[in-house]
């Protein structure tokens, strides 16, 4: 799984992937920088951790494609990156292993609806008791 979260309001978007390598991991990015874009959330930089996608030149290039600068977590050091390992927790109680799944297939089809759940319903005590999305611009009046 291929995640990225919003620092600013904590809305998540996640991707199911069978490999972890750089081509995976850009395409990824590239796709939600754009999910982010139509959202009004302009990205800035992204923070990873010291895997080999993320040191490759293929993520340096993609990043500096997309004008995002680079940053990554220090080495054991996983409170640098709170938000998304709070999120994996949210993600692992509440979708992977919150029910039985007769298959992988859907498990992943299941995905999708704990996102929008995620992000539009489940309140934060972080951000006030309110679901993440109402913390980006509504823009387009989606999120009354």
């Given at each position: 799984?291929?995640?990225?979260?919003?620092?600013h309001?904590?809305?998540?978007?996640?991707?199911?992937?069978?490999?972890?390598?750089?081509?995976?991991?850009?395409?990824?990015?590239?796709?939600?920088?754009?999910?982010?874009?139509?959202?009004?959330?302009t990205?800035?930089?992204?923070?990873?951790d010291?895997?080999?996608?993320y040191?490759?030149?293929?993520?340096?290039?993609?990043?500096?494609?997309?004008?995002?600068?680079?940053?990554?977590?220090?080495?054991?050091?996983?409170q640098?990156?709170?938000?998304?390992?709070?999120?994996?927790?949210?993600?692992?109680d509440?979708w992977?292993?919150?029910?039985?799944?007769?298959?992988?297939?859907?498990?992943?089809?299941?995905?999708?609806?704990?996102?929008?759940?995620?992000?539009?319903?489940?309140?934060?005590?972080?951000?006030?008791?309110?679901?993440?999305?109402?913390?980006l611009?509504?823009?387009?009046?989606?999120?009354?």
């Amino acid at each position: 799984m291929h995640t990225v979260i919003d620092d600013h309001s904590r809305v998540a978007y996640a991707e199911i992937h069978d490999d972890e390598t750089a081509t995976t991991a850009t395409g990824v990015l590239r796709r939600a920088v754009a999910w982010f874009a139509q959202r009004g959330v302009t990205t800035v930089r992204v923070l990873s951790d010291n895997g080999s996608a993320y040191k490759s030149d293929l993520w340096r290039d993609t990043c500096a494609e997309l004008g995002v600068t680079v940053k990554k977590t220090r080495p054991y050091r996983p409170q640098t990156n709170g938000k998304i390992e709070r999120f994996h927790r949210t993600l692992a109680d509440g979708w992977a292993h919150a029910k039985l799944y007769t298959s992988e297939k859907t498990r992943r089809a299941a995905l999708p609806a704990f996102l929008h759940d995620y992000n539009h319903h489940r309140p934060h005590t972080a951000i006030g008791g309110l679901p993440p999305i109402t913390r980006l611009n509504n823009l387009a009046g989606h999120h009354t």
